[in-house]
Every structure is written in structure tokens, then in C-alpha cells.
């Protein structure tokens, strides 16, 4: 098997395919992130049986933690099975932190977490963010040291979707993009390179300071979010809340109770941006 490492933040991955090409990607696109001496997790790309590693490949995403039911992907969609190996690693195996399904992005040494539903553009804003004068500490997952409530930068590759793909290859003309996949399980994908200061700073945590549920798609509007909803939505959003247990809990009550939360309703990414920038003026 061919053999690639690499270290994202806190956590640190062995990844291993039967095809050359899957990995050669992954070095390409993670060239700027160190290696991993010792990786907490591994994940494996293998064929589904021996016929098909040649016949219309297909790749079976195994590793330390795994979903027996989990469907292959072709191998031309080699890279997300990779990304997404090392997702399902963290999201069953992180302990170290709690784990929000959430983007992240910092400025003044304060974070501002975004969660919400798949398609609410939480990737799409972290990411013009990032390339707008504040820095990017993640898009798939936020995670929030449980002793002392930091945000711990992860800042992984920016998974971008059908329309978000041509949005930031707009407006981004010097930042870094993976091949384009079609026709995935989740829409057509392309992964986008964090830009460099993410890359070098991801082992500076920061303060949260503002928690958002971002929906795309309505009129603008900014709406109260009261704590008890914003605790119902930050344990669903969490991967490892009941794993954590009364650390995961005191963890998810001390960020409700110190950090202001709103919902946001936006059509285009200038205009999330736009309501950002006023929330962070008057609450961060």
C-alpha cells in the first residue's frame, strides 16, 4: 500500500491506498502541513474485492473506526473518500476536544463558530472569510478545549459544493484548488487549500466570541438565538458530546452561557459578510 502523513492541528493521520493517485493528490493539496511522527488514526483506501481495483475501481474507506454499511466510492473520487476517512476517524474517535460540526475563523485573537445544516454555506463563509482579513481555523469540524473553552484551530482543506465551487474560484485568484469531482454523494465537490496563515498559526487557539446558525437562501435578517435552543443545536451539531459526558457537558453549558449566539439569513456571500462584520462590531 502506498503511504502518506500528515498532522492537521491537534491530530495527526496515516493514510493508506492501494492506488498511487488518490494520495498523490492528498500530498499535493497538503504539501504547507507537517508530517506525523506518531498518527492517532488510520485510514485505509481498499479495493472492494481484487476484481474491482482494476475493473471500474471501487474504494472501500476503512481505518480505526469504521461504518460497515459505508458505500464505496470510485476511485476517481479517491480524495473525498480520503477526507471523508479521516472525518468519520475524528468524529468517532476525538476525545481530546469536543468536536462541533461547524466552521471556524478567528481575528483579534477571538473566534466566531458557525454551525448549521448541510447547505447553509458555513464552509462557503468560513472560507471568503478566510480570504478577507480574518483567519481560517476550520471548516468541517470546530473543536473547543474542554477545560478552558479555547477554540483549537483545524483548518483541513475547505470542502466547497456545486455553486460555492465557481463563488470562490471568483474571488479567489491566488488560493490553491483540488480536482473538480462530479456527481458525488453530496453534489459536486472541489476542496480548496486554507490559505497560508491558516496552515502556519494552526497551533494558535482563540477565544470564542460569537456563535452563528447560518441559513442561505432567505432575506437577510439577524434573529436573538435564547440559550436553550442554542444548547439543543450546539449537542446535535456535536459529534462527541455524550462520549465526553459531564466533561462534554460542562464543556457545551460554559460556551452557551459566555458566548453571545445569533441566527443569520443571507442570499449571496456579500451579504453574509456584510451582517458579520456588523455583528462582530457590536458583540465580539
Do not use: C
Amino acid at each position: 500500500m502506498q503511504e502518506f502523513r500528515l498532522t492537521v492541528g491537534p491530530a495527526s493521520f496515516r493514510l493508506l491506498s492501494e492506488w498511487k493517485k488518490p494520495l498523490n493528490q492528498m500530498r499535493e493539496l497538503y504539501a504547507e502541513y507537517p508530517a506525523a511522527d506518531i498518527p492517532d488514526f488510520t485510514v485505509r483506501l481498499e479495493a472492494v474485492n481484487a476484481l474491482r481495483r482494476f475493473i471500474r475501481p471501487s474504494a472501500a474507506i476503512n481505518g480505526d473506526y469504521m461504518l460497515p454499511d459505508a458505500a464505496p466510492l470510485p476511485i476517481e473520487q479517491g480524495l473525498l473518500a480520503l477526507e471523508m476517512g479521516m472525518n468519520l476517524q475524528m468524529a468517532l474517535g476525538w476525545r481530546r476536544q469536543m468536536i462541533l460540526h461547524a466552521s471556524a475563523a478567528e481575528r483579534g485573537g477571538k473566534a466566531l463558530i458557525m454551525t448549521g445544516e448541510s447547505g447553509s454555506g458555513k464552509s462557503t463563509l468560513s472560507a471568503l472569510l478566510g480570504i478577507n482579513g480574518w483567519r481560517f481555523m476550520g471548516d468541517e469540524f470546530a473543536l473547543i478545549d474542554p477545560v478552558n473553552g479555547e477554540a483549537v484551530p483545524y483548518p483541513r482543506l475547505i470542502s466547497l459544493k456545486n455553486e460555492a465551487i465557481t463563488a470562490m474560484q471568483d474571488g479567489a485568484a491566488d488560493i490553491r484548488f483540488g480536482p473538480l469531482m462530479k456527481a458525488t454523494p453530496k453534489g459536486d465537490i472541489r476542496h480548496m487549500v486554507p490559505p497560508a496563515d491558516a496552515i502556519a498559526q494552526m497551533s494558535k487557539r482563540a477565544n470564542p466570541a460569537l456563535i452563528l446558525f447560518p441559513r442561505f437562501g432567505h432575506d437577510p435578517a439577524i434573529r436573538d438565538m435564547p440559550p436553550s435552543e442554542t444548547f439543543m443545536r450546539l449537542t446535535q451539531a456535536s459529534t462527541n458530546y455524550v462520549a465526553l459526558g459531564e466533561q462534554g457537558f460542562e464543556a457545551l453549558t460554559g460556551l452557551v452561557q459566555n458566548v453571545p449566539a445569533r441566527a443569520l439569513d443571507y442570499r449571496s456571500g456579500e451579504e453574509a459578510m456584510e451582517l458579520v462584520e456588523k455583528l462582530w462590531e457590536e458583540l465580539a
